[in-house]
Nanobody
Framework: QVRLVESGGGLVQAGGSLRLSCAASGSIRSIRAMGWYRQAPGKQRELVATIPSGGNTNYADSVKGRFTISRDNAKNTVYLQMNSLEPEDTAVYYC???????????????WGQGTQVTVSS
């Protein structure tokens, strides 16, 4: 069984910063891409940023220059540093990871439970 557990959400004023963390645990053989998505009330879930096991990161245009995604492969953890937060960034943020786990023939995508980020104006 594989679990993704997010932490670091909360309430912050516009212009502030937050750092989200997502730790993967369980019968993991390898982790390929990891990423962050978000879903605001009444809107579809959208990609925020992704980071492969090796290679270039990818960001939504709306967060470029403000958010930074990184990962610690030794800890099976992905981070999202969010700076210059805006009220439009308010959403539930979800961690996603492409993981090869014991007991399965191939890698699968897993989701965390989500963490609320609220930015006040």
């Amino acid at each position: 069984q594989v679990r993704l557990v997010e932490s670091g959400g909360g309430l912050v004023q516009a212009g502030g910063s937050l750092r989200l963390s997502c730790a993967a645990s369980g019968s993991i053989r390898s982790i390929r891409a990891m990423g962050w998505y978000r879903q605001a009330p009444g809107k579809q879930r959208e990609l925020v940023a992704t980071i492969p096991s090796g290679g270039n990161t990818n960001y939504a245009d709306s967060v470029k220059g403000r958010f930074t995604i990184s990962r610690d492969n030794a800890k099976n953890t992905v981070y999202l540093q969010m700076n210059s937060l805006e009220p439009e960034d308010t959403a539930v943020y979800y961690c996603n990871a492409h993981i090869a786990a014991s007991g399965f023939l191939g890698p699968r995508y897993y989701w965390g439970q989500g963490t609320q980020v609220t930015v006040s104006s």
